[in-house]
């Protein structure tokens, strides 16, 4: 490069070992840094590639902590695609922070939330495609990550074009070398100051690299000179193997749209038992020969740390396993030691790009050349699913083709692309309420995962809402009803059956705590369904807390009958935890209608849907407190024992795709709250039930009692033979168990409830209710449930008369 092209590099000391030169085939730019710790043109130890990344995240750490007021964890990282989205990636990594890269690659169904243009390179357009928008909405410093910082035009685009919208006090440029000029220089400083912003720079080496003024004429003579890349000779096929890697459900294969601290966690927990499967791969027999793990394009950092862990798994493998990817950048191949490219494989590209860029792809220093010392026994080729094509597979000039002609064995590993489930738009991210301004639960007891509806008319009378649903005019989640004020006669009961049932309540909230803790381990993430599962799952919390002094997330989310659960809070929970350790929580079943909408939703999310309640007399879920029908003080009353919250709304012109469900704060019913009693007096007795609550989890997770925990659905059987016998057309009118029935009377228009002879106290507020409502109580032999109220089967206004009360005889 510097006797042919005249260029050559001047700098600090280390700048030789960081970077070399080659020519580019771009009239845009001659020459091409290639860095030797990358992991993108060059073959190197995986552990050398990351290790760079990490001490340049160390040192941006340092960085703000020098600061005043200044903070790691309150940094984002972004990193430029393709070349440096696995060393921004491990930047983040020694930040801890979470991660985004731009990506070239359009994904159907999402919008970008910003972009910017690269003009020098071959491909130009950065698009910006987060999950959550919010990503990059924060007011912590924004670290910008690129191989090479050499005249600062990318990260002046970018910085312009995010600061517009998500404006900060503070950027720092990070980059492997620094090798601006003075006026590139003074060019950064002048916007910064134009922006009012702080703008620092980290870099492991500085220079800058010496032009000749016609060296873009050179370049394209010595291009023409060296003439086309030498094919690598005839060789047969050496053997193909596929190895399905079990990488874990929800997990992005990268930051093109998110990576989280979550994330990370999740990633290094797999790491291990993924470099299991990839080294038995690897190695059927006793070879000892190298290993080149090879990425793709923007995927860099996943295969970085697959080969990381391989390294560590592999017998030498420290010296013999090496990591690059393959690349869009066209770069001129000479075979000669004092050269940076030695061999090139050209291929074409496989992941049916949309972009206007070539179609030609790359894979620099993957074929030995001339030197047999070069050779790689073993290439473990790592791509996502999006680029697992048949032009990887077919024709003469097929990667994997070609991969073949140059070394032993080819595995071939592929990854799940990552989609967000749901499109991303510009729109404000959903973020959670919490009390007291939603809610009067403490901010730390919950965060709602709910859009706030309080100053919108939402309530219609119960007879107008009965009608609309029944006639199919609405969905039963598009309103809500009038909120019941209780009499001082039902509030009485409501803290009779308290004083009664809460030490029952809290052996059953112990029980399942702790079956819980031990299936799923001290990380439990908890996500209770508003509304009447979210006193549940604050009570576990307590426990957990009072226990084993654990802090457990807990989060409220809606589901939806026949509309599912709210995909907007799933995307939250993914995004900020590990789906596994995500637990959903309920009151009570009924006949499973719930269960069954859960285990639906979540099908293929990597989300477990294993409902815990603390009564499943419905028998329809494994985890429980106790299968009884018994009555649950929090069924009697609706938000005044909910932390003054409605049930949920999901109605289209008021919840937009990345809204959260919705619900409204009750604050003119603070008066009535008794919330917070409820819970105190619940957790009051979980000292005197915690032997018990053990004893009982050690009995659920005996061998010997696990026919007792599955689910038989005897409670469905049960509701379709009421169905029947009453001539009820739909399941959905048919309410069993003391909570549903309790909910029928306050929110639905009842037709008739049916109570299993003998039921007593538990009972007490169902007849009161039925009495002042005009609804007849039949008692009944062989009911599973201590009652089952029905709704009124063909309702019109006129079947019942102006009052709402029910029809007094069984109609068929």
């Excluded at 590099?9 to 290639?34: D, I, Q």
């Excluded at 900060?168 to 950064?188: C, F, I, K, Q, W």
């Excluded at 000479?334 to 291929?347: E, K, M």
């Excluded at 807990?554 to 350790?581: E, F, K, N, Q, T």
């Amino acid at each position: 490069m510097a006797e042919r092209a005249g260029v050559a590099l001047t700098g600090s000391e280390r700048l030789p070992e960081l970077v070399g030169l080659a020519l580019r085939e771009n009239r845009k730019r001659a020459h091409l840094l290639v860095s030797t710790v990358l992991g993108k043109h060059v073959p190197q130890r995986p552990a050398v590639v990351h290790g760079a990344g990490l001490e340049l995240g160390r040192r941006v750490r340092d960085l703000l902590a020098s600061l005043p007021g200044e903070s790691a964890d309150r940094a984002v990282v972004l990193g430029y695609a393709e070349t440096a989205t696995g060393l921004g990636h491990s930047v983040a990594d020694g930040l801890d922070a979470p991660y985004l890269h731009s990506t070239r690659r359009p994904v159907p169904g999402l919008t970008p939330v910003g972009g910017f243009e690269e003009e020098h390179s071959h491909a130009t357009s950065h698009l910006l495609l987060p999950a959550d928008p919010g990503l990059l909405a924060g007011d912590g410093p924004l670290v910008l990550v690129d191989d090479e910082f050499s005249t600062g035009t990318t990260v002046l685009n970018t910085i312009r074009e995010l600061h517009t919208n998500h404006p900060r006090e503070h950027y720092v440029v990070v980059a492997l070398v620094d090798l601006r000029g003075p006026a590139d220089r003074r060019r950064l400083a002048d916007t910064a100051a134009e922006l009012g912003v702080r703008l620092d720079l980290v870099a492991l080496a500085d220079g800058g690299v010496e032009l000749p003024a016609d060296v873009l004429d050179r370049a394209e003579r010595l291009i023409a000179e060296a003439g086309p890349a030498p094919e690598p000779p005839a060789a047969p096929a050496a053997p193909l193997v596929r190895v399905d890697l079990d990488w874990p459900a929800g997990l992005p294969d990268g930051g093109r749209h998110g990576f989280t601290r979550e994330h990370r966690a999740r990633l290094e927990a797999a790491l291990p038992g993924l470099a299991e499967q990839l080294a038995a791969a690897v190695e059927p027999g006793d070879s000892d020969g190298r290993v080149l793990v090879l990425g793709f394009e923007e995927l860099m950092y996943a295969p970085l740390r697959l080969a990381d862990a391989l390294a560590e798994r592999l017998p030498g493998g420290t010296d013999r396993v090496h990591y690059s990817t393959t690349t869009r950048s066209p770069v001129l191949a000479v075979d000669d030691p004092g050269y940076a490219i030695r061999t090139r494989l050209a291929f074409p590209a496989h992941d049916d790009p949309a972009d206007d860029s070539s179609r030609e792809r790359y894979a620099y220093n993957v074929a030995p050349g001339a030197d047999p010392a070069r050779r790689f026994g073993t290439v473990v080729l790592v791509v996502d699913d999006t680029a697992d094509t048949p032009a990887l597979h077919e024709g003469e000039r097929a990667l994997l083709g070609q991969l073949r002609r140059v070394t032993d064995r080819v595995v071939l590993a592929v990854l799940p692309s990552h989609r967000p489930s749901a499109p991303v738009g510009p729109a404000a991210p959903a973020r959670p309420l919490y009390g007291p301004e939603f809610s009067s639960y403490r901010a730390d007891e919950v965060a709602w995962l709910l859009k706030d509806l309080t100053g919108v008319d939402l309530e219609a009378p119960t007879e107008e809402r009965e009608e609309a649903v029944q006639s199919g005019g609405a969905h039963y989640a598009e309103s809500l009803p009038v909120e019941y004020q209780p009499s001082p006669e039902y509030q009485e009961l409501f803290h009779q059956a308290l004083r009664v049932s809460a030490r029952r309540i809290a052996l059953a909230v112990g029980t399942v705590a702790e079956t819980l803790l031990r299936e799923r381990g001290p990380g439990l993430v908890l996500a209770s369904l508003a509304r009447a599962g979210t006193p549940v799952g604050i009570l576990i919390r307590r426990w957990l807390a009072a226990g084993h002094g654990l802090d457990a997330p807990h989060y409220a989310v809606s589901i939806v009958r026949g509309r599912g659960i709210d995909p907007a809070a799933l995307r939250y929970l993914d995004a900020h935890h590990r789906a596994a350790d995500v637990v959903f929580v309920d009151g009570w079943t009924g006949k499973g209608a719930i269960t069954r909408e859960l285990a639906e939703a979540l099908a293929g999310t990597g989300f477990d849907p294993d409902l815990a309640v603390l009564a499943d007399p419905g028998r329809c879920v494994r985890t429980f407190g106790t299968r009884d029908d018994f009555l649950i003080p929090s069924a009697c009353l609706n938000s005044t024992v909910s932390g003054l919250v409605s049930r949920t709304v999901l109605r289209s012109d008021l919840i937009g795709p990345d809204d959260f469900h919705g619900a409204k704060h009750y604050t003119e019913l603070a008066g009535a709250d008794v919330s917070g009693a409820f819970l105190d007096t619940v957790a009051d007795h979980f000292a005197d039930v915690r032997a018990e609550a053990l004893a009982a989890a050690d009995r659920f997770l005996a061998p010997e009692h696990a026919e007792e925990r599955a689910p038989d659905w005897a409670g469905w059987a049960a509701v379709e033979r009421i169905s029947t016998e009453y001539g009820i057309d739909s399941v959905n009118l048919v309410k069993p168990g003391v909570g549903e029935t309790t909910r029928v009377m306050l929110r639905r228009v009842p037709w008739r409830v049916l109570a299993r002879r003998g039921a007593g106290a538990d009972l007490d507020h169902v007849r009161l209710l039925a009495a002042q409502r005009g609804v007849p109580v039949e008692e009944v032999d062989d009911l599973p449930y201590s009652c089952v109220g029905l709704i009124h089967p063909r309702y019109t206004r006129g079947a019942t008369g102006a009052s709402g009360t029910a029809v007094l005889t069984k109609e068929s």
